[in-house]
């Protein structure tokens, strides 16, 4: 973990740097904008992660010259980085094909609580910003375009950038690319659920705590919608279930045992995911399961259960208990 003074000195390194070549801060302060839609396109900070990276080492790989002659470095990075995504998320449909089990996108804790890079540090700057463009089931949808549908749509629609540019990027028509946004809207509108305030959902997911860790069936099947449905990823990495619980009373009973099973060596603490009320399961300490919700009116109508420990990178210093 980067300590404090470590951080103080690379600060004034940048500093430094940025006031020897005032157009080197204009490059790096575009990075939390990189970060923040890599992470959107891919659902992976890790991935995200490395598609800034790669971003930024073809930006620094062309002569003075080059960079000099780019009219807005901040729209080259962004074209260069949504074009990395765009290959990412083709090749990202055949690696799927393989994956043991449901491929959920990284949980992401809150900005506070997480570290990420990997050098085991973050600067502030360099968080997601999380708002309902991140919450998991946003993300699931997200997942079921296609690559240029999900690229369209999130350029457009969270990013802001017109059409013209967004086909520049994606390699066809602004009316085509205009078309590919619609469709993606009409999928989040077919998927999307009323959801009530942050503060409800809390309680609804503290009181499915409560009686996941007293193991009461019946609780926890009041506080689940009859058609509610929870999906798991081990990614093969962590033992779990492979198909979807699909039936509140279903799932009332598979997580009950689940409690049963893990004893008293695993801790549930309540946590913020992806910008929503969430829970960790922890066991001697470290974070094991991430569970993220989607709440309809006052029943739980998803339950996501990462438990692939590569996504859980994030988590490795566990969320502050409440």
Request: glycine residues 8%.
């Amino acid at each position: 973990m980067t300590t404090g003074a470590g951080r103080d000195e690379r600060d004034e390194r940048d500093e430094r740097d940025e006031q020897s070549d005032p157009g080197l801060g204009a490059v790096m302060r575009e990075r939390r904008q990189l970060i923040n839609l890599a992470y959107r396109l891919l659902g992976s900070l890790a991935d995200a992660e490395d598609v800034v990276q790669e971003t930024y080492a073809r930006w620094y790989a062309m002569s003075a010259a080059g960079q000099q002659a780019v009219e807005s470095p901040g729209a080259w990075l962004t074209t260069v980085a949504s074009r990395i995504c765009l290959n990412l998320l083709g090749s990202a449909r055949a690696r799927r094909e393989t994956y043991v089990g449901d491929w959920i996108p990284e949980p992401l804790p809150e900005p506070a609580e997480w570290v990420t890079g990997h050098s085991g540090g973050t600067d502030p700057a360099d968080r997601i910003t999380l708002d309902e463009s991140v919450t998991m089931a946003f993300l699931v949808v997200l997942d079921a375009m296609t690559p240029a549908e999900r690229v369209a749509f999130v350029l457009h629609d969270v990013f802001r950038y017109p059409f013209g540019e967004v086909a520049e990027i994606v390699g066809r028509t602004p009316a085509a690319c205009r078309q590919l946004a619609s469709s993606a809207r009409r999928r989040i509108r077919t998927a999307r659920t009323p959801t009530g305030p942050s503060a409800g959902q809390a309680d609804i997911v503290r009181r499915f705590r409560t009686a996941w860790e007293a193991k009461d069936i019946d609780a926890l099947v009041g506080l689940l919608d009859p058609d509610a449905t929870a999906t798991a990823d081990g990614g093969g990495l962590a033992v779990t279930h492979l198909y979807p619980i699909v039936g509140g009373e279903r799932i009332a009973r598979a997580y009950a045992e689940i409690a049963r099973v893990a004893g008293h060596r695993t801790t549930f603490l309540e946590c913020t995911v992806n910008g929503l009320p969430g829970l960790v399961a922890q066991q001697d300490g470290a974070v094991a399961t991430v569970f993220a919700f989607e709440v309809a009116g006052d029943r739980i109508r998803h339950i996501w259960a990462v438990r692939n420990p590569e996504k859980l990178r994030p988590w490795r210093m566990g969320p502050n208990q409440p």
